[in-house]
């Protein structure tokens, strides 16, 4: 089965600095990969998926993420964090045998403080 | 574009009573999905349709739960009875088949 493990439950970072929230995958074949954010009491958003190309994908808010295949990692980066950054995120992996649904990590916790 | 709209956004009931859920998706996308969220975890796939068609229903407890899409667009996700551990988030989301899903901000059920 496809999955995704989140390894931390929260990530503390100061405002103004680089902030990374991990992912490792398990995947028959090649992944699709993808990264949500949840603020509070509000569904999950898009920020960005990986399918095929270039190792590191760009998507909203400033938020990029890098794809490892030797280390299957699929870490989610942004140069410099923004208090309104605080939030979950989740990293999900296309499950091949329903379609394009996703299957979820448990969720990292990101706390930026001012 | 409109997003995907869910009713009730909370929803209290007491155990062995029964409860229904809405979504209207995008117009336009033909795939919806029903999620449970359980408190500190990620979403779990409960329901797929394909337009109207139910094409994965395999995590769906259909002891007590049912769901529906009628004409292939809005949905309705039904409890009957709920219990004490059906209390969590349902997310419905959808998407025009190959794009990312696109997320409802769910029904917070607790059972009591």
């Known amino acids: 089965a496809q999955s995704v493990a989140q390894p931390e439950d929260q990530v503390n970072v100061a405002e103004g600095n680089p902030l990374t929230v991990k992912c490792t995958y398990s995947v028959s074949g090649n992944p699709y990969l993808f990264w949500y954010v949840q603020y509070p009491n509000r569904g999950l958003q898009f920020l960005l998926k990986y399918i095929t190309g270039d190792n590191l994908v760009k998507g909203s808010y400033g938020f990029e993420a890098e794809f490892n295949k030797s280390q299957t990692s699929f870490h989610l980066k942004k140069p410099s964090a923004l208090v309104s950054d605080s939030a979950l995120y989740f990293c999900a992996v296309r499950d091949s045998n329903s379609g394009y649904a996703l299957n979820f990590g448990k969720g990292t916790s990101l706390l930026v403080t001012p | 574009e409109a997003g995907v709209v869910q009713s009730p956004r909370y929803k209290i009931i007491e155990k062995k009573q029964p409860v229904a859920f809405w979504c209207n998706p995008i117009?336009?996308?033909?795939?919806l999905y029903w999620y449970r969220q359980n408190l500190g975890q990620g979403p779990e796939l409960l329901i797929r349709?394909?337009?109207?068609?139910?094409?994965?229903d395999s995590q769906l407890p259909k002891d007590r739960f049912s769901a529906e899409r009628l004409k292939g667009v809005d949905s309705t996700l039904k409890i009957q009875p709920a219990e004490l551990g059906d209390s969590a988030v349902y997310l419905c989301?959808?998407?025009?088949?190959?794009?990312?899903?696109?997320f409802g901000n769910g029904t917070r059920l607790t059972v009591t």
């Open positions: 117009s336009g996308h033909n795939t």
């Open positions: 349709y394909e337009n109207e068609e139910a094409v994965d």
């Open positions: 989301a959808s998407s025009p088949s190959a794009s990312p899903l696109h």
